[in-house]
C-alpha cells in the first residue's frame, strides 16, 4: 500500500467570505485527504473589491498570500488556502473576456507558499450602459441572469455618496435598481455590470474548481528528498542547441524541478523529449 499522503487528515483554512468552499472543499478532500474549513467571521473585502469601493493595493499573489495569511491567524492553523481572480481581456485572444484565477497554499511547518494558476475563457463577464425599461433581455441570457448575479450602479453618479446594489438575482429587482440608479445618473442610464463574487457565479465556481484540481495535483507530488508536497518544475532554462550548427537558441532546453520546502531542484530534459531546436530558429543559421 502507497502511504498516505503528509496531508490526509490534517485541516487547512480556505479564507473566503464568498462561499468558495462549494468549489474547493472536495478536491482537497478527494485527493490528499485534506479538510478545508472556513473561519466563521473574515472580511476579504479589505484586501480590495471587483467593484472598486476598496482598491487592491498589491499585487495577486500578494493578495491571495495576505487573505491565507488571515484565515490562518483567525483559526490558528498551520496550512492556508485563497484564491485571488482577476477579470478582463484574454491575454492571447482580447477579443473575448477571460477569468484568470490565482490559488495558493501556505504551509507553515514546512516554509512552503504554492501556488497554482489558470487562465479560462469560460466567464460570464460583461457589461452594458441602458436607459430604465429598454430592452435587456440578449444581455441578459449572454450573462446567464439570473442564475448569475448582477451589480447596478449610475452610469454617470450625480453624487458621491452611491453604493453599488450588489447580488441581483430577481428580474423585478433589477427592474427596480435600473430605475434607481438612471435617476442618480447626470445622462439617465444604469451601468449593469456581471457580480464576480464567487457565490453569485457559478462559472467562476467552475473555474475554481479545475484550479483546486491543479493545485491538488501539484500538491500529490512529494519531494524525493524531505518529502514535502508540492515538488514540481519551478523553472525552465532556455539554450536548446541548433540541430545544424550547435548554437544556443532562446528556446527551452530543460526543465527545473524543486521543491520549496528544502530547496532541491533538478534539472531535467525537456518532458517532450525535445533535443534540439529547428535550424529556422537559431540565431546563426538564420539571423
Ligand atoms: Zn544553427
Ligand atoms: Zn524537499
Redesign the pocket.
Known amino acids: 500500500m502507497r502511504p498516505a499522503h503528509p496531508y490526509a487528515g490534517r485541516r487547512a483554512v480556505l479564507a473566503t467570505m464568498h462561499g468558495k468552499e462549494a468549489a474547493i472543499r472536495a478536491p482537497f478532500r478527494d485527493g490528499l485527504g485534506l479538510d478545508v474549513t472556513t473561519p466563521d467571521h473574515i472580511d476579504t473585502d479589505v484586501f480590495g473589491t471587483f467593484t472598486g469601493e476598496i482598491r487592491r493595493e498589491k499585487g495577486i499573489k500578494e493578495t491571495a498570500v495576505a487573505k491565507a495569511r488571515l484565515g490562518m491567524a483567525l483559526t490558528g492553523l498551520s496550512i492556508g488556502i485563497a484564491s485571488e481572480g482577476s477579470f478582463g481581456p484574454h491575454p492571447e485572444i482580447p477579443i473575448i473576456a477571460a477569468d484568470m484565477e490565482l490559488m495558493v497554499l501556505i504551509d507553515d511547518e514546512r516554509g512552503v507558499v504554492l501556488s497554482e494558476a489558470l487562465i479560462s475563457e469560460e466567464t460570464n463577464f460583461a457589461h452594458i450602459e441602458i436607459e430604465p425599461d429598454s430592452e435587456m433581455d440578449a444581455f441578459l441570457a449572454r450573462v446567464k441572469f439570473p442564475d448569475h448575479g448582477l451589480i447596478v450602479a449610475p452610469n454617470m453618479p450625480t453624487h458621491s455618496e452611491w453604493s453599488f446594489i450588489k447580488g441581483i438575482v430577481e428580474k423585478a429587482q433589477l427592474m427596480e435598481a435600473v430605475k434607481a440608479a438612471a435617476r442618480h445618473s447626470s445622462d439617465g442610464m444604469a451601468f449593469v455590470q456581471t457580480d464576480m463574487r464567487a457565490h453569485l457565479n457559478p462559472s467562476r465556481m467552475c473555474v475554481l474548481e479545475k484550479l483546486a484540481e491543479q493545485l491538488v495535483d501539484r500538491l500529490k507530488m512529494l519531494?524525493p528528498?524531505?518529502?514535502?508536497p508540492g515538488?514540481g518544475r519551478l523553472d525552465v532554462q532556455r539554450g536548446l542547441p541548433c540541430g545544424y550548427c550547435g548554437t544556443p537558441t532562446r528556446w527551452v532546453k530543460a526543465e527545473i524541478f524543486g521543491?520549496e520546502?528544502?530547496?532541491?531542484r533538478e534539472t531535467r530534459d525537456r518532458s517532450d523529449g525535445v533535443q534540439v531546436a529547428k535550424q529556422e530558429n537559431c540565431p546563426a543559421c538564420n539571423p
Open positions: 519531494c528528498s524531505c518529502d514535502a515538488f521543491c520546502s528544502c530547496g532541491l
